[in-house]
């Protein structure tokens, strides 16, 4: 009887078409924008080995993501998959990392955008943040009053990330010159690993899709069908824009933080750069938003399991938006985006540290995914060899890598306090 119920709550409508365009449209997204001047900044002509192979041992994580998803379909993603296989406290934790990952992740993202509107202006720091904090304004406005980005502009915002890739490599080959590939490695193997654990700020998402997954037809055939053509599609279009930024040398100098639109202007000119200026500014916001609203609604959702502050659990007494998850994304936002701005630490620095949550998130996953995929062959094989790699990339988090450790304590340490305090509350 249960099993028919959900069948009849959940028509299977998403061909595998759809289903590829679901999960493109959940990996890539600002990282683009960022992530391929900074890698070949770090790393030189070099980076192109870690984009290369990335991308391929992106497609095991993948895998596993898409059978997790097609077997537990739950809003809660990676943080559910890690309550059914270990309890409460490691589903917890999770959420934790994703959350504070938000905060720190929100303000990359409007400065991201609102650097591309600062080559074009001209402008210097002061326009830079005020702008990046009117973009965060904005999506902390739309989330109060509930607004959600709708199905249809989230297609044309994958549209336009899809159409700006592809209209970057195209106008970037003329000015391919193969001397920008010498010297090839100026910095060291270090830095080529480096530079992979930073392109995993690229990778992430593909646990997105989760709660769709009821709505596959054949799931089990059509998930994993799925994240192999997304992966694929994703990969030729990562490495097309990462192997043209140094062929084009559209990074260095200020350049990194956005090379997509130095690299377009190579042909297009200014028009070029309002183009890609414009779609950034979309892209960012639109990934804001859709952030911040999922941290709000964890922020909620932890308050009310009692393993957060009683504050976060405020709703808006008019609209029900969590707003007292927002206020705390608020006010962690000013304190990142004036540190940011001090320049306490670099843009790339920073970066870090929510890529450091998502490594400890999919890690977490992993092993997850090793436990409820045990019957799967398939599924068991891609769950060990994304823990492996996963593992072993960690250690080259270098500091940032504690991120997640201390996020652990603080939490332990939190629950304990709790618990310390409903035992000494006399019962009636």
């Excluded at 326009?127 to 973009?135: D, P």
């Excluded at 053509?229 to 350049?255: C, E, P, R």
């Excluded at 450091?356 to 092993?367: L, W």
């Amino acid at each position: 009887m249960a099993q028919a119920s959900t069948k009849s709550a959940f028509q299977e409508t998403l061909s595998l078409p759809q289903i590829v365009a679901l999960y493109i449209g959940a990996v890539v997204g600002s990282g683009i924008l960022l992530i391929p001047g900074l890698t070949a900044e770090l790393a030189g002509p070099a980076s192109i080995l870690a984009w290369m192979v990335m991308s391929i041992l992106v497609v095991p994580m993948a895998i596993t993501m898409g059978l997790l998803s097609a077997r537990h379909p739950h809003s809660g993603g990676v943080s559910h998959f890690v309550r059914l296989a270990f309890g409460d406290r490691f589903g917890n934790a999770v959420g934790w990392f994703f959350l504070l990952a938000v905060p720190i992740g929100g303000p990359i993202l409007a400065v991201t955008g609102a650097k591309y509107l600062a080559i074009l202006m001209n402008w210097g720091d002061v326009q830079i943040y005020s702008v990046a904090a009117l973009i965060f304004f904005i999506v902390l406005v739309m989330n109060v009053f509930g607004l959600q980005l709708a199905g249809k502009v989230q297609t044309i915002v994958v549209s336009l990330i899809i159409a700006i890739l592809v209209l970057a490599i195209c106008t970037a080959i003329p000015h391919y010159d193969a001397a920008n590939f010498t010297p090839f490695m100026p910095n060291g193997w270090y830095s080529v690993m480096q530079t992979a654990v930073l392109l995993f700020w690229c990778f992430i998402g593909w646990e997105a899709v989760t709660h769709l997954s009821q709505e596959f037809v054949n799931p089990q055939r059509n998930a994993i069908r799925g994240v192999l053509w997304s992966a694929g599609v994703v990969a030729l279009l990562y490495f097309g824009v990462a192997f043209l930024t140094v062929g084009t040398h559209s990074y260095g100098n200020q350049m990194s933080a956005a090379s997509l639109s130095v690299m377009v202007q190579l042909s297009l000119g200014p028009i070029g750069g309002w183009i890609v200026a414009v779609t950034a500014l979309f892209i960012c916001i639109a990934s804001a938003n859709a952030y911040v609203s999922a941290a709000s609604r964890i922020a909620y959702a932890l308050s009310q399991e009692g393993v957060a502050p009683k504050w976060f659990g405020i709703l808006h007494p008019k609209y029900r938006t969590p707003i007292g998850g927002l206020a705390f994304i608020m006010v962690a936002f000013i304190v990142v985006l004036y540190v940011l701005a001090s320049g306490m630490i670099s843009f790339s620095q920073l970066i870090q540290l929510p890529n450091a949550t998502f490594f400890a998130t999919y890690i977490g996953g992993c092993f997850a995914g090793i436990r409820l995929l045990r019957d799967s062959r398939l599924g068991k094989l891609c769950a060990w060899i994304s823990l492996v790699v996963s593992l072993g990339l960690y250690p080259f988090l270098g500091w940032s890598g504690l991120y997640p450790v201390a996020i652990l304590i603080i939490v332990n340490v939190w629950e304990r306090r709790k618990r310390r305090i409903d035992l000494k509350v006399p019962t009636t």
